[in-house]
């Protein structure tokens, strides 16, 4: 256990490596004119942390003695955000940066079995600020009047140790708040750090904590989890502390199918390839692979005859769902991503391909999206859309007059008879 000391370790500029080139010009003048307006002001949290062992930051979180208000009115561009305590998100130079109030610890904060449900209670220093912080590498302070950093609980040995360490007890800060957990397991996974015995030891006994969080909240940490590069890694250690099984229920009952399993493998790995190149990573095309291994649970293995799979299919899409959406709370847009990619994958197989339809199909906005999720399916193992995909992947290879030979006689009758229509949609 690491306590925070009221007297922190200066680091004076010349002793560590956080320059304020590595600071985005924004948060720089948000310290800059926070300051300049009489108020202290800090970078705290991911954006001194990654700078510090030489990763760029994902954003920077400024911390300050002014309250919200006063925040307000200092910037053009600012809103004030947040339920369980205010946030500015000053906007600048086509950036946010959020700046938070010094924020106390009090023994009358608003809990429920231990866990605080407000904690609105402001403080006048930065002393006590960085008693609530979660994690030792994450109580580091960047002092804008000096640049020196404050180290209140060691965290600049951790940070060389590749430690996650929480602030305090491990067993009260998780019943506090036990989002903690998840973020114990993406800082372990997106800095490839230890979990401290003593942090790590509580989490699998804990882990039911969750279920009392709004699954909006958890929707958000999923995101964070699986969406920033460090999918498998975050898999992995959530697998190791018995937590997926909190945030996706249905998916870990099904893991024990070796495809289902390497869906799952495959979407990680995919979803981290195309971070590394850049590519934008679509959360509906994450969620259906993730939640299609308990959605084929749901569909009956032989419908019959006369049965219509597109109802069966979304019969079943909307009670995965609802269960679902108790642990994490998916909003509507992605669900619709969700429902159009399962949907499509009805169009994409089978004996379909004779139908006028399989051309239309092409023109769908998510068709790119079903077909690379079919492709998934057919690398998990799936044999039965094994020769859709290879059907497909050469008909979208091939050009339009040799297409038509690719069709049945049936759709050829059927496509002579109308206008062509354009190419559009294929991507
Ligand atoms: P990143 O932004 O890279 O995900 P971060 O450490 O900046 O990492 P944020 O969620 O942006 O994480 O939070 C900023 C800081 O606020 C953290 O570094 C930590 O000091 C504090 N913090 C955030 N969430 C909690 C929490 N649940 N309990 C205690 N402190 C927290
Ligand atoms: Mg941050």
């Known amino acids: 256990m690491k306590t925070v000391q ?28 926070l ?23 994902k954003d920077f979180d400024v911390v300050t003695n002014a309250h919200p208000e006063q925040v307000k009115s200092l910037f053009h561009h600012c809103r004030l955000i947040g339920r369980r305590f ?45 008693l609530r912080r979660d994690f030792t590498i994450n109580a580091l302070y960047y002092d804008i009047r000096d640049f020196s950093v404050l180290d209140y609980a060691n965290g600049m040995a951790d940070l060389r140790a590749g430690l996650i360490r929480l602030v305090g007890s491990p067993l009260l800060r998780y019943q506090e708040d036990p989002v903690r957990m998840l973020r114990a397991v993406r800082f372990a ?9 003593q942090t790590a030891a509580p989490i699998s006994e804990l882990g039911g904590l969750l279920s009392n969080i709004p699954p909006a909240r958890l929707f958000e940490e999923v995101l964070k989890l699986f969406l920033s590069g460090h999918a498998v890694q975050s898999f992995v250690q959530l697998q190791h502390y018995d937590l997926f099984k909190q945030l996706f229920p249905y998916t870990e009952a099904c893991l024990d199918d070796p495809i289902m399993g390497t869906l799952i493998d495959l979407v990680l790995r995919n979803t981290d390839q195309r971070k590394i190149e850049n590519k934008p990573v679509a959360p509906g095309f994450f969620l259906a692979a993730l939640l299609w291994p308990p959605l084929s649970r ?10 219509n799979q597109q109802e069966l299919l979304l019969n079943a899409a909307q009670q995965i769902l609802a269960k679902q959406q108790v642990h994490v709370a998916i909003p509507r847009r992605i669900i619709v991503v969700m429902q159009d990619i399962w949907r499509l994958q009805l169009r994409l197989t089978g004996n379909r391909r004779g139908k006028k339809k399989s051309l239309s199909v092409l023109e769908h906005p998510r068709f790119r ?12 193992g799936d044999e039965q859309v094994a020769a859709d995909v290879d059907w497909w992947t050469q008909f979208l290879k091939t050009n339009d007059p040799e297409r038509e030979t690719l069709l049945s006689p049936v759709a050829r009758k059927k496509r002579s008879r109308r206008p062509r229509k354009s190419k559009k949609g294929h991507e």
Request: proline share 6%; no cysteine.
């Open 369 to 380: 999206a079903a077909y690379d999720f079919l492709l998934l399916r057919a690398n998990a």
């Open 6 to 33: 009221n007297t922190p370790i200066r680091i004076p500029r010349p002793d560590h490596t956080l320059s304020r080139h590595h600071i985005s010009q924004a948060a720089l003048d948000v310290l800059y004119h």
């Open 298 to 307: 749901f569909l009956p293995e032989n419908p019959g005859k006369g049965i």
């Open 35 to 57: 300051n300049r307006a009489g108020y202290q002001a800090f970078l705290v949290g991911g954006g001194v942390r990654d700078v510090l062992i030489g990763r760029v930051p």
């Open 86 to 130: 205010l946030l500015a998100h000053v906007h600048l130079r086509g950036e946010m940066v959020e700046v938070a109030t010094f924020r106390a610890h009090h023994g009358d904060d608003a809990t429920e079995n231990g866990r605080i449900v407000r904690d609105n209670v402001y403080a006048s220093s930065v002393d006590e600020d960085a």
């Open 189 to 197: 996974a997106k800095l490839g750090f230890r979990i401290e015995p």
